[in-house]
C-alpha cells in the first residue's frame, strides 16, 4: 500500500524553525519570515478587488476570499475584471483531497501596486489568503495592505484539532463553522471523535442497531459525514475519525451485547468517566464488527488514517472472564496490556487490508506493533519522548486539552519537544539546596503527591519539582515573599501551578494555585535531595518521529451552544506553537495578536465566541440589557484545570444531563482585563508614580463598584443566576480594597500586620471557588497588598 511519510514532510518543512521571534502585524500563527521595506507603505485597496489564479484551479475559494473581504470592509465588491488586485500562481497541480505529506508552503508580497501569492501547490496558496485577509487593515483614512514579504511553511505538518461529538452531539453547521476557524487558523486535521461510552454518531449498514438503540437519535448520516469530508477538502483540512476500541464502548455494548467481555444487557451510559464495558478480544465476532466499521469509515474517509482510540481500558472484565483469562494463558498473554496488544495487531491487520494507517492514545504503543502507526498523546511529554526515542512517529495532545478552562498562554508555552532540564538539578558544593515533600488533595481521585527542591546557588535561587511517577520539571519565579513565605510557577499536565507555601521548621502548609483554583497541600521537610526521574529528551535523530499536535476539545462540559466560547480564540494560540518557530515565544506579543485574531475571527470567519457569550447572557439576565454580567465577567474566571467536572462529580451530577446552563459556561476561560490589571498592578509596584497605570486600575474598580446594584438585581430575578448572589457581593468588597490599596500603592504608604493579616483573610475568603467560578481579581488585588508593608 502507498504510506505517506509524515518523517519527510516534518524534515522538510522543518526549515521555518530559525525566523525571527513574531513582530506587530496582526498575523497568526507568525509566519517563518516576514520583512518590511524601509520605507513603509500600504497598497489601498478599493470595491473593485479582483483575484486571477494560475497553475491550478481553487474552486470555491476565490469567491470565498472576496466575500470576506466584503465582510471586513463592509463593501458590495464589484464583479470581477480588470487587472487583477491579487495574483496567485500554483507551480504544481495536485488533486484537492490534501495529505499528511501535502506541500503548505508559500510566499505573499504586497507592494505599491499589487499582491503576489505564489505556492508550489493549492494548499499552500489556501494557507496565503488567510494570511492575506489578516493583513487587511481599515484605517483611518482607508482600507489598506502594509507593503510586506512573508515566505512562509509550517514548522509541524500534523496540527489538528480533536471535536467530540460523541458526549454531545454537535450539529453540521457549528462543525462546519470550527472548520473554518480551523483553515483560518492554519490546522490541518480535524480528528472527528464519533464513538464514545455515551454515544454512537455515525449509522451502520451492517450494524444498525448502534444508531437505534444507541444515539438518542443523534447521529450523522454517511452523506453528511462526505458533505463534511468536502467542505473540510475545499479548506485544506483533512479529516481523520475515531472509533473508540476497545474500551470506551458502553455504546456497543447497549447495542451488540454478545460483543462484550461480560454478558448484558446494558443500559446507555449518561454518566462521564472511565468505564468497565470492553470489547471481548477473543471472539473472531469482535473482529468481523472492527472489519465492517473500519470499512465503512474507509469508504467515507479518504485520509489514510484513522484513529481507533485504545485509550482508559479498564481491564475488569477481562479479568473476572475465566474465558479470556485461559485464552491469555493459551496464547502466552503476560497481562491486559500484552492482551490489548494483541487485539491491536489484528485491528493493524484489518486497517491495512483497507488501506489505512492506524492512529491510537498512548495505550496503543507497544513493540510488537509496526513502526508506521502514530501515537497521539493524552499523558504528556514523557510518554510522546519515548515513543519518538523507540522509532514510533507522535503527537501531543497533553496541555492542548481547550475543554479545560486555562489561560492561553499555559497552551502557548507547551512545547511539542520534550525540554531537558540544563543541569537545573545538579548541586554544587557552593549550592544550598532544601528539599520538601508535599500532598496535594484534589476534589476527585488520588491526591497529587511529589517533592520539590529549592536551592541558593551563587547567582540566586533555581528549583526543581518531582511529581510522582513523573519525570523532573525546573521550576521558574522564586520569590520568597518573607523568612517563610515562598512561591514559584510550574507548567504541569494539571496546567500552570503556582505553589504558595509556607515553611515552619519542619513542616510545609499552604496551597497550590492550579490554573486560578487553590487545592490545599500539606509536607514535610526532607533529610536530602531526592533522586528524581529525567525528562525523555529525544536525540535530534529521533526528534523528527514528533510530527506536531492536536488542540482537543472534549465534551463533558461543552454543548454546541457554547462551542466556540470554548475553542476561540485560543485554538490560534495552539495552532501558532504547532505552525511557527520555536522561538515565536513571546507571550506579550501573543496575547496583543490573539486579541487581533479575536476580532478578525468573528467578522471575516463567522466564528461566534462573542454571539454566543450575549446569547447566554441574555437567557441568563432574562434581557437584552445584558451588560451588568458583562462587567462582572471582567472580574471572574471559570474555575480552571478539572475543578469544575470535580465538582460536579462531588455533586452527583458529573452526567450527560448535567445542564450546562451557569455563568461559568458563559465565560471566557480567563479574564482580558485581570490580565491587564495584574500588569497594571506591577508597573504601579515597581513605580509609584506611574499615573498612567493607578488611573487604569481606580477606573476599572470604580465601573466593578457602579455596576454591583444592576447584577444584583439580575440575580435576584433570575434562579440561574442566584448562586453568583455572593459573587457580586465579593467583586463589589474587592472594588473597594482595589481603590483603597491603589491609592496606598500610589503614594507610597504603608500598612500594619494586623491589617495586611485582615484584608489577606478577605481576599482568601474571596478566591474561593463558588458556582464553579473564581474571582480572579484577587490576584493583582495581592499584588498590591504585598508592596504596602512596612519593611
Known amino acids: 500500500m502507498l504510506r505517506y511519510s509524515l518523517l519527510t514532510a516534518g524534515l522538510m518543512l522543518g526549515a521555518s524553525a530559525f525566523a525571527a521571534p513574531a513582530g506587530d502585524l496582526p498575523l497568526m500563527p507568525w509566519p517563518a519570515k516576514v520583512e518590511r521595506p524601509v520605507t513603509q507603505g500600504t497598497l489601498v485597496l478599493s470595491n473593485n478587488v479582483s483575484v486571477s489564479v494560475s497553475g491550478d484551479e481553487l474552486d470555491d475559494a476565490v469567491n470565498r476570499l472576496r466575500q470576506r473581504v466584503a465582510l471586513q470592509t463592509g463593501w458590495t ?3 470581477q475584471g480588470g487587472k487583477p488586485t491579487i495574483r496567485i500562481k500554483i507551480a504544481k497541480k495536485v488533486k484537492p483531497q ?21 505556492a508550489n501547490t493549492r494548499f ?16 483611518a483614512e482607508n482600507t489598506s495592505l502594509p507593503w510586506v514579504s512573508v515566505e512562509d511553511s509550517p514548522r509541524f505538518p500534523w496540527r489538528g484539532l480533536l471535536l467530540d461529538s460523541a458526549r454531545h452531539f454537535i450539529p453540521l453547521p457549528d462543525l462546519k463553522r470550527q472548520i473554518d476557524g480551523m483553515a483560518a487558523a492554519k490546522l490541518n486535521v480535524l480528528h472527528w471523535h464519533l464513538t464514545d461510552d455515551q454515544g454512537w454518531r455515525f449509522t451502520s449498514k451492517r450494524y444498525p442497531k448502534l444508531t437505534r438503540l444507541a444515539s438518542d437519535g443523534l447521529y450523522y448520516t454517511p452523506e453528511q459525514m462526505r458533505e463534511i469530508v468536502r467542505y473540510a477538502t475545499e479548506r485544506g483540512i483533512r479529516v481523520v475519525p475515531e472509533i473508540d476500541m476497545p474500551g470506551h464502548a458502553s455504546a456497543i455494548a447497549v447495542a451488540y451485547p454478545e460483543l462484550m467481555s461480560a454478558p448484558g444487557p446494558y443500559d446507555m451510559e449518561r454518566h462521564w468517566g472511565v468505564l468497565k464495558p470492553v470489547l471481548d478480544p477473543t471472539k473472531e465476532a469482535t473482529y468481523a464488527f472492527a472489519d465492517a466499521m473500519v470499512s465503512e469509515l474507509a469508504e467515507i474517509f479518504p485520509d489514510p488514517y484513522l484513529h481507533i482510540g485504545g485509550d482508559e481500558v479498564d481491564d475488569t472484565q477481562w479479568k473476572e472472564n475465566a474465558a479470556i483469562q485461559k485464552f491469555m ?18 485491528l493493524e491487520t484489518i486497517l491495512e487490508k483497507h488501506h489505512r494507517q492506524m492512529v491510537g492514545w498512548d495505550e496503543i504503543y507497544h513493540p510488537d506493533l509496526p513502526k508506521n502507526i502514530l501515537i497521539q498523546s493524552w499523558q504528556g511529554q514523557d510518554a510522546l519522548g519515548q515513543v519518538a526515542q523507540n522509532g514510533y512517529k507522535g503527537i501531543l495532545s497533553t496541555g492542548f486539552y481547550l475543554d479545560q478552562p486555562q489561560s492561553t498562554a499555559y497552551h502557548y508555552r507547551n512545547e511539542i519537544v520534550p525540554q531537558g532540564l540544563n543541569g537545573v538539578d545538579v548541586i554544587t558544593d557552593t549550592d544550598s539546596p532544601q528539599s520538601w515533600s508535599f500532598t496535594m488533595s484534589r476534589l476527585k481521585g488520588k491526591p497529587v503527591e511529589g517533592s520539590f527542591t ?15 511517577g513523573k519525570s523532573r520539571r525546573a521550576v521558574q519565579d522564586i520569590a520568597w515573599r518573607n523568612d517563610n513565605q515562598v512561591t514559584f510557577t510550574v507548567d504541569t499536565w494539571m496546567g500552570e501551578t503556582r505553589p504558595v507555601v509556607s515553611v515552619d521548621n519542619d513542616t510545609l502548609s499552604g496551597y497550590f494555585l492550579v490554573g486560578n483554583a487553590r487545592y490545599p497541600i500539606k509536607g514535610k521537610r526532607l533529610d536530602e535531595v531526592p533522586k528524581g526521574i529525567p525528562p525523555v529528551v529525544p536525540d535530534s535523530a529521533h526528534q523528527v518521529n514528533l510530527l506536531g499536535g492536536e488542540a482537543a476539545l472534549w465534551a463533558e462540559n461543552v454543548v454546541a451552544p457554547v462551542l466556540d466560547i470554548r475553542l476561540w480564540p485560543r485554538a490560534f494560540a495552539v495552532a501558532e506553537r504547532l505552525w511557527s518557530a520555536q522561538d515565536v515565544n513571546d507571550v506579550d506579543n501573543m496575547y496583543t495578536r490573539l486579541q487581533a485574531m479575536d476580532s478578525w475571527s468573528t467578522v471575516s470567519v463567522g466564528l461566534q465566541q462573542h454571539t454566543q457569550q450575549q446569547v447566554q447572557f441574555t437567557r441568563l439576565a432574562n434581557s437584552a440589557d445584558t451588560l451588568p454580567l458583562q462587567i462582572l465577567a471582567q472580574a471572574v474566571e471559570p474555575a480552571q484545570y478539572y475543578t469544575r467536572q470535580h465538582l460536579k462529580f462531588q455533586a452527583g451530577n ?24 495584574k500588569k497594571w498592578a506591577e508597573r504601579l509596584v515597581s513605580d509609584a508614580e506611574d499615573a498612567e497605570s493607578a488611573d487604569a486600575l481606580r477606573h476599572v474598580f470604580n465601573r466593578w463598584q457602579s455596576n454591583t446594584s444592576d447584577a444584583l438585581a439580575l440575580s435576584e430575578n433570575s434562579y440561574q443566576l442566584k448562586a453568583i448572589k455572593p459573587v457580586i457581593q465579593e467583586v463589589d468588597k474587592l472594588a473597594s480594597i482595589g481603590l483603597r490599596l491603589t491609592d496606598l500603592v500610589a503614594r507610597q504608604g504603608t500598612l500594619d500586620d494586623k491589617e495586611i493579616a485582615s484584608i489577606q483573610g478577605e481576599l482568601d475568603n474571596a478566591a474561593k471557588v463558588q458556582d464553579e467560578v473564581v474571582i480572579a481579581a484577587v490576584y493583582p488585588l495581592e499584588t498590591l497588598l504585598r508592596a504596602t508593608r512596612n519593611l
Open 98 to 118: 490534501p495529505l499528511p505529506d501535502s506541500d503548505e508552503s508559500y510566499k505573499l508580497t504586497v507592494d505599491a501596486s499589487d499582491v503576489d501569492i505564489s
Open 124 to 139: 499552500g496558496a489556501l494557507r496565503a489568503m488567510e494570511t492575506l485577509l489578516q493583513l487587511i487593515q481599515n484605517g
Open 329 to 346: 494463558r493459551d496464547n502466552r498473554l503476560a497481562d491486559s496490556h500484552a492482551l490489548q496488544a494483541y487485539f491491536n495487531r489484528k
Open 654 to 677: 458529573y452526567h450527560q444531563f448535567e445542564p450546562l446552563n451557569r455563568f461559568a459556561d458563559a465565560l471566557n476561560a480567563e479574564s482580558n482585563t485581570v490580565r491587564q490589571m
Open 77 to 79: 465588491l464589484q464583479p
Open 454 to 468: 529549592l536551592v541558593k546557588g551563587d547567582s540566586g535561587w533555581r528549583g526543581f519539582i518531582d511529581f510522582a
